[in-house]
């Protein structure tokens, strides 16, 4: 994973950063280094940054300990989506934490549109973001297995555990069940989105999912696209 100088507290820093020069926020902070080569992060919250366009080092650069990441959360696909690309936006939600949790689906495939509202119960909202993940991959059939997919979420958390090689202590068996299902796709991107950013997908996502925490029921719409 590469770093970018920040400016932080009227100094320059390093901080972990996507591909695309976002910081990397986990569990609402941004991993800090001082100077190339340090060993030792710390955390902050990414409005405490202050982008100065600063330049963008590799990790293999850097020095100091090793990535806590083995694998880039990308926000940009690899391959453009087409008119034929099948396109997910996960989002999960919950009213206390743990709480009252519930999740949400945006998918557009070819020809139609699938929208997933369910109430899962009381759980965190780690929970509701795998499930929810889950829920997408699960919907999509056999012969959609080799088709080329984007699948969105704004869940940092749930992309480190999935594919960016963090290490979790809790939720083992529905990361284990997430990842039998990635592994069914020849062709799957899993893609980092800011949420609350405005974007198409993400936004009804996240009103499917705080709509079945309000409302504590589930549903499944189908329209044409």
């Known amino acids: 994973m590469p770093w970018k100088e920040y400016e932080f507290r009227d100094q320059t820093v390093f901080v972990r950063v996507l591909a695309s020069g976002k910081p990397i926020v986990h569990r609402g902070r941004a991993e800090v280094r001082y100077r190339l080569g340090a060993s030792k992060s710390y955390r902050t919250s990414p409005e405490n940054l202050v982008d100065i366009d600063g330049k963008i080092v590799e990790d293999s650069e850097f020095g ?6 083995s694998t880039a959360l990308r926000e940009e696909p690899k391959v453009a989506a087409t008119e034929s690309t099948i396109v997910i936006h996960t989002d999960g939600a919950c009213s206390g934490n743990p709480g009252p949790a519930g ?7 070819p020809g139609e549109i699938v929208e997933i509202s369910e109430f899962i119960g009381e759980g965190t909202n780690n929970v509701a973001e795998l499930t929810a993940i889950l829920r997408a991959l699960e919907s999509l059939s056999e012969a959609e ?3 080329h997919i984007h699948l969105f979420t704004d869940s940092g958390w ?7 090689g963090w290490k979790a202590k809790t939720n083992l068996a529905l990361i284990g069940k997430c990842k ?3 592994a069914r796709f020849s062709n799957l991107e899993l893609l980092k989105v800011r949420g609350h950013a405005g974007q198409a997908g993400n936004e009804e996502a996240d009103h499917l ?8 029921e589930s549903s499944t719409k189908t329209r044409k696209r």
Do not use: D, F, M
Request: hydrophobic share 40%.
């Open 64 to 69: 100091g300990r090793p990535a806590s990441t």
């Open 103 to 109: 999740l949400g689906v945006h998918l557009a495939r």
């Open 145 to 147: 297995e080799s088709a």
């Open 158 to 164: 749930s992309l480190g555990v999935l594919i960016g």
């Open 180 to 182: 039998e299902q990635i």
């Open 209 to 216: 999912a705080t709509k079945a925490v309000r409302r504590e």
